[in-house]
């Protein structure tokens, strides 16, 4: 498994996304130069203390109550969630990738099941629009 968490440490663009490997804590995504500033300046902004900095992008975003200011920002920045689901069929166990939104995801982290958290993905012009 550690294999696999190393490959969603990097952060890609295109022209309209920004995909940001769940797997890093937040102290290396605040390390990479690739890291829009805008989406560092958010994380420093709304998501967790500064003590927080060991702690892996995606647990941080997973533990977001629906009641939490953090919650409306990532409504706001129409994030989406790419996530590994398991699943057991007759002794074998499958894996699928699927990309959900903030309330699946949210639901998905909750229920327990066994999920691996790929990527966090920002729409670049959510990302212009969002004024922090």
Do not use: W
């Not at 203390?49 to 997973?62: H, R, S, W």
């Amino acid at each position: 498994m550690e294999m696999l968490n190393r490959e969603f440490k990097a952060v890609v663009q295109d022209m309209t996304h920004v995909y940001l490997g769940a797997q890093m804590t937040v102290k290396e995504m605040m390390s990479y130069e690739d890291v829009p500033f805008k989406v560092k300046a958010i994380f420093n902004k709304y998501f967790g203390a500064p003590e927080q900095t060991e702690i892996k992008v995606c647990d941080l975003m997973g533990g977001v109550d629906s009641s939490d200011f953090a919650y409306q920002v990532i409504k706001q920045l129409k994030l989406k969630f790419k996530v590994g689901v398991y699943t057991v069929k007759k002794n074998s166990e499958t894996y699928k990738s699927r990309t959900l939104s903030p309330d699946e995801f949210f639901e998905l982290y909750a229920s327990g099941e066994k999920i691996f958290v790929e990527e966090i993905v920002f729409n670049k012009l959510a990302l212009l629009a969002f004024s922090t």
